[in-house]
């Protein structure tokens, strides 16, 4: 079982360095995957693996079954959505749908005993990320961004394409 987190050097406290560093402790059993940590910090700790930065998230993705997002404020942040999307479960600070709540350290750890206990993936999360992404026309624009080969910074400009094209016939 592997746990994705984003814990950008720049910006660690932002991304919840506190809650993470907790987490990896408080479960040894479990894998972490920190990702955009270009300084490794968390090396020191024999269940982590610190990638830095990413371009191609495809094999990422193939091993991990739960994004942590817990931030000092945020929307509903598009790699949520691309969790959610992969059948994937995502655990966040901020009520969003799909997704499980946990804004103290006590639900974070709750909501990752929650996740030990799945023994599927979240079908859910999918149904959600489609209505979220696909309303009408977008169906295509959604096969091909949750099917995408391409860097982040890519899917990213993608995203936005698709938000404006979205917002235009919203």
Do not use: C
């Amino acid at each position: 079982l592997s746990i994705l987190v984003y814990v950008p050097s720049s910006n660690r406290e932002f991304y919840g360095l506190k809650y993470v560093d907790k987490l990896i402790t408080n479960f040894q059993e479990l894998t972490f995957i920190i990702i955009a940590d270009n300084e490794h910090i968390f090396t020191k700790y024999y269940n982590v693996e610190s990638v830095g930065w990413v371009d191609d998230m495809q094999t990422i993705w193939e091993n991990t079954g739960l994004l942590v997002r817990i931030t000092k404020h945020d929307g509903y942040p598009r790699m949520a959505l691309e969790a959610l999307a992969r059948g994937k479960y995502v655990v966040h600070n901020n009520r969003l749908p799909g997704v499980w709540f946990a804004d103290t350290q006590e639900q974070l750890e709750e909501q990752v005993r929650r996740f030990i206990k799945a023994d599927d993936i979240n079908h859910e999360g999918v149904q959600i990320a489609k209505e979220e992404l696909n309303s009408g026309g977008e169906q295509a624009l959604y096969d091909l961004y949750l099917k995408a080969k391409t860097s982040i910074s890519q899917r990213f400009f993608a995203l936005i394409v698709f938000l404006k094209f979205y917002m235009k016939g919203a």
